[in-house]
């Protein structure tokens, strides 16, 4: 049995070293925004060997399905260069490494929780990467929005003010609008160039935005004073959202030490003393216990995230 363990852990590292060896390039970029392959690339996936070659075959197994298009878009929104085969492949492999970890410590009883906690690392990532990167371009619009005003006015066209935007702006703002840029260049319409950026960046203020500038496109009048005064509302609501995260920030922190510190608390007894903690998860009422526990904890959370939820 240990050497099957130890056969387990060999072939999770291969997976993970060798499996996703092959990243998109600037090529695949570009190949994703006009939505078509090169001649050249099809030749490269031809003649592509090895274990690259499962996460194109993961990757043609959930095509299509709604959860690989939702998938798809959180990727996009992260700014991970992964397909939704590769992540999937990645979120096993730690599930995997995480219950090999809890064998080798002898620890066999924790090998279920290993394999939950190991999937749901790589979703607790992407998620905190997905929030941390729309919170720095809700807080980034207003600047942009004001240089693209101040460029608008000094005889700049919309796809030149997005330009400077792309290079004067600090990420993730800048990338993202680079992204724009480059799609219009490359012929794509400007609709559809504007609603892959929303499907990146789902802002209410940048779908305000979007909406301003594709009905100046179509009905005309200034859009420098439009973009102006939709400018203004978003620095203000950035700044009231900065005072309300002041405010609630005593409560945020009471709802993760009250939440987190009985599941740290049991592990670091379970790690000290198996036996203390062993009837807890070996006794039918030591299940209910947990279980009753569990949901508790969870309503506890809930009830506090939303007393200290405040929508501007």
Known sequence: MTWLFVLIGVAIVALL????RSKPGGEDLVEDRIGGKSKKKREKEAKSEGPSKLGKAVDRAVAGRGFANTLADQLARA?????V???LIISVTVALGAALLFYILNRAILIPVGLIVGFLGPRIYLSQRQSSRLKAFDAQLGDAL???VNSLRAGYSTLQAMDVISKEMPEPISKEFGRVVMELQLGVDFDTAMQHLIRRMP???LDLMITAMSVQREVGGNLAEVLDAISFTIRERVRIKGEIKVLIAQGQLTGYLLTFLPFGLAAFLYMYNPDFMGP????????????????LIAVGYFVINKIISIEV
């Open 17 to 20: 070293v060798f499996g996703l």
């Open 79 to 83: 700014d991970l260069k992964l397909t």
């Open 85 to 87: 085969g590769e992540y």
């Open 146 to 148: 004001n240089l693209m």
């Open 203 to 205: 802002s209410p203020d």
């Open 280 to 295: 807890m998860f070996t006794d039918p009422c030591g299940w209910l216990m947990l279980g009753i526990s569990v949901v």
